[in-house]
């Protein structure tokens, strides 16, 4: 249907900017004789289809409005559910309309728009939005006073219709509705957007003061904070947990003082309440967090979803990345909405009797679990994977082992373009905040700490630390040079130390706050920290070095939940490291006549290929399995494992 398609069009114009739409808020309809197509509940506007629109019969819709229907709250939008699921056209699909389908009907026009713009909502948010709408707007804009959604919403509106259409002879096109949103329905899609336009460019005229979303850096105490509120989320939701550090110019002022947090204290709308929360925690400088949030479950009887911390930003709090952003940009919207608010009298936030009744609505909490599968945990999830050298070879291929299993990861490599392309990659596959890129030099302290920190701030903290970058100069001793030597040493072995030194620090921090909590620190090794390797002892000599350095962090770290481990794998030799036609070790090993008789690069690979009573090379498939298991078993620190096709085996 042509109109349908104009409808998806108009809806995800709208729904993918965050200016009108954020998470799955807002909704849109179509309607033509006598029916009308709504978008289901827990689509997103940005994304939907004409699939994600309901068929619903009007006449039976709008047959609810004359209905009577039980006083409590609970008992009336159960009955007004049950109504508006029976209004669903027969043979659609068995989707759940909006809850809002009452409303939507009740327009003549054939086009609705219902948004939640952060400037609209200054002002239906603002202490003077009424009087001030009036004066902006005249008789163009209908108002409509703070009320409960779903059912009561809808009968609400039909009131106030019926006395805009008595007064002007027709219902309106523009609806502002306090503490919520805003509504433009048309006989087209032009027509539905001038009228947003209209009034997005009136407001915007009225506004004296704009939020400032310049990005800031995170000060220091927010690397010690935020593995502390993660660990105390999980705990108390009895979840895998996540907390996502934001700061920027408004913020830092809002959080500076309690005062000046005041104003974002309490929810605007019914979004702010499903994704955010009823009511941030709020941190003062120096405060013990474990008691803090302690106090709060006690005072509330729930978690916070959000932290603020006094001059140092504020922390969204889910069960993963994807949530934990949503989390953090309904509060950045809360924001905008404090701020645009000053040219409309002043925050207005939803009244106590409104914001229980969200925290209790059905329909509220079935939109917010819309996208949840159900599905079986998977081995990773839950856990925050840092992964070193993970832009190519042995560290891309556990990086995909870990996404495939549901862990959150940091790709940290040299060659950050590359780490990237895969961590958009695997949030394509698996979702928004599956992975993120960071730049590391692992040789480099600076780097490391910072490559870390880049760790705690997207995710909150780190269950899991993968040293796999590395180098491989081969050359005997007649042709290694000191420059040489040093480089491999420093990033095979050195850079080892420095990312088990970092990496541990939030891991102790959460263990202080879990002490539940197990963690794992893994060296990608190799089969040549296990036997010596002719003509390549610069890399040998690293990696028998790194097998003593994981004995020795395995002894220091066991007491604080921190199992460390070493995989030593067999050649991977379908990778870089091996293939490169310039910098290979196959091209090196032939240069430098390690295989004697050897006169191309295919007579190297088979004479690595013949040592292995497996016949064949080791794989990433294989390391990766090899990680799963180091993680997943409680009781074996300080080891090596082989990986190697049994070419070198333990005695």
Not at 270 to 277: A, F, L, Q, R, S
Request: hydrophobic share 45%; aromatic share 8%.
């Amino acid at each position: 249907m042509e109109e349908l398609r104009a409808m998806v069009a108009l809806s995800n114009k709208y729904g993918q900017s965050a200016d009108y739409v954020l998470a799955g808020g807002g909704n849109t309809s179509f309607k033509k004789d006598g029916m009308l197509w709504v978008k289901a509940s827990g689509t997103r506007l940005g994304t939907i289809t004409e699939d994600g629109f309901v068929q619903m019969e009007m006449p039976k819709l709008l047959a609810m409005l004359e209905k009577k229907y039980p006083a409590a709250d609970d008992a009336r939008e159960a009955a007004a559910l049950a109504d508006m699921m029976a209004a669903i056209a027969p043979g659609g699909p068995a989707k759940r309309p909006s809850v809002e389908s009452i409303l939507h009907a009740m327009f003549p026009y054939s086009y609705v728009v219902h948004l939640h713009p952060a400037l609209a909502n200054g002002l239906t948010c603002g202490q003077q939005g009424a009087e001030l709408c009036k004066e902006l707007f005249g008789d163009q804009v209908l108002w409509v006073p703070a009320t409960k959604p779903g059912y009561i919403l809808g009968k609400t509106c039909h009131a106030y219709f019926e006395q805009y259409r008595a007064a002007h002879g027709k219902v309106p096109q523009l609806v502002l509705m306090e503490n919520h949103g805003m509504i433009a329905a048309a006989d087209t899609p032009a027509e539905a957007d001038a009228l947003i336009e209209k009034l997005m460019d009136a407001l915007k005229a009225r506004v004296e003061v704009f939020p400032d979303f310049s990005e800031t850096a995170a000060p220091a105490p927010a690397q010690q904070l935020a593995p502390a509120l993660r660990m105390l989320y999980r705990n108390a939701a009895n979840s895998p947990a996540v907390a996502v550090w934001c700061g920027n110019t408004t913020v830092m002022e809002l959080v500076a003082s309690p005062e000046a947090a005041a104003t974002i204290m309490r929810p605007f709308t019914p979004d702010h309440i499903v994704y955010c929360g009823a009511e941030p925690l709020y941190l003062p400088e120096g405060a013990e967090p474990g008691a803090a949030y302690a106090a709060f479950i006690k005072e509330k009887g729930y978690a916070p979803r959000v932290v603020l911390a006094q001059n140092i930003g504020f922390f969204a709090l889910a069960a993963n990345r994807g949530a934990a952003l949503t989390t953090r940009d309904l509060f950045l919207d809360a924001v905008k909405i404090a701020v645009y608010s000053r040219s409309f009298g002043g925050p207005r936030p939803m009244s106590e009797e409104l914001k229980d009744f969200i925290i209790h609505w059905e329909a509220e909490s079935y939109r917010a679990k819309a996208g949840d599968s159900g599905a079986a945990p998977l081995r990773m999830q839950g856990r925050v994977c840092l992964v070193t050298g993970a832009a190519q070879g042995f560290g891309e291929g556990i990086a995909r082992g870990i996404a495939a299993q549901g862990g959150s990861l940091v790709l940290a490599d040299m060659n950050e373009a590359g780490a990237k392309k895969l961590a958009d990659e695997l949030c394509a596959q698996y979702g928004a905040g599956a992975a993120v890129a960071a730049s590391a030099n692992v040789a480099d302290e600076d780097s490391v700490r910072e490559m870390v920190y880049a760790a705690v701030l997207s995710y909150g903290g780190l269950d899991l630390l993968v040293s796999c970058a590395g180098i491989a100069i081969a050359g005997g001793l007649d042709v290694m040079t000191k420059a040489n030597f040093e480089k491999v040493t420093a990033v095979n072995y050195t850079g080892y130390f420095l990312c088990a030194k970092y990496g541990s620090e939030p891991m102790k921090i959460q263990r202080k706050y879990a002490p539940d909590h197990m963690m794992d620190i893994i060296e990608i090794n190799s089969k040549s920290g296990l036997e010596g390797s002719k003509a390549n002892f610069a890399y040998a000599g690293s990696k028998f070095g790194g097998i003593g350095l994981t004995q020795s962090f395995a002894l220091e770290l066991a007491p604080l939940g921190i199992k460390v481990n070493a995989i030593c794998p067999g050649n991977l030799l379908d990778g870089p490291l091996w293939s490169d036609p310039e910098r290979g070790l196959f091209k090196q090993y032939l240069d430098a006549g390690k295989v004697p008789g050897a006169k191309t690069v295919a007579d190297v690979r088979k004479f690595y290929e013949d040592k292995v009573p497996m016949g064949r090379g080791c794989t990433c498939e294989d390391v990766a399995t090899a990680v799963l298991y180091l993680v997943e078993q409680k009781y074996e620190t300080g080891q090596a494992l082989p990986v190697t096709g049994g070419q070198v085996m333990l005695s």
